[in-house]
């Protein structure tokens, strides 16, 4: 009866134990994800065939940032664009004239994102200052 008796292990053995399991499934995973690696990158793109862009030309040019363009989006009418830049302004534009038509002064100068409403009617800017701004498009903004 007492040959039958489990004897507890120590906490230590315990921790040693399952250590020992945890490193033997890490080298089980490593080895089961090695499996699935049996190509290179490089060896799949060698048997890729080259994409042929379409003619792209340019149409027009928006000029009216003072610094770098981070984001732009077209509207629902595939007319307007709105851009956003690190000189703090927003602007929207007309994509067929290429002229401004709103310029929304931001509060800060980092303006990452900017986007229009699925609607069109409204205009969405944020950046550094965690903020993010909604604009009504049809507003006049100067």
């Known amino acids: 009866m007492a040959a039958d008796t489990a004897v507890a292990a120590s906490p230590e053995e ?11 499934l890490k080298q089980k995973l490593e080895e089961e994800r090695q ?6 990158l490089s060896c799949v793109a060698e048997r890729l065939e080259a994409i042929n862009f379409p003619n792209l ?6 000029k009216g ?3 770098k363009v981070l984001c ?8 307007h664009i709105v851009s956003s ?3 703090g302004k927003v602007i929207v534009w007309d994509g067929f004239t290429a002229t401004k038509e709103h310029t929304i002064a931001m509060p800060s100068t980092w303006v990452m ?5 699925p609607s ?5 800017a944020g950046g550094l200052d965690n903020k993010v701004t909604v604009f009504p498009r049809a507003c006049s903004w100067r």
């Open 85 to 87: 830049s690190q000189d």
């Open 72 to 79: 732009s989006d077209w509207s629902p009418d595939k007319r």
């Open 57 to 62: 030309k340019l149409r027009r040019v928006l």
């Open 120 to 124: 069109g009617n409204m205009v969405a």
């Open 65 to 67: 940032h003072q610094a």
């Open 14 to 24: 315990t921790l040693e134990s399952l250590l020992r399991e945890a490193e033997a």
């Open 35 to 40: 499996k699935l690696n049996d190509v290179t």
């Open 113 to 117: 994102a900017c986007a229009y409403a």
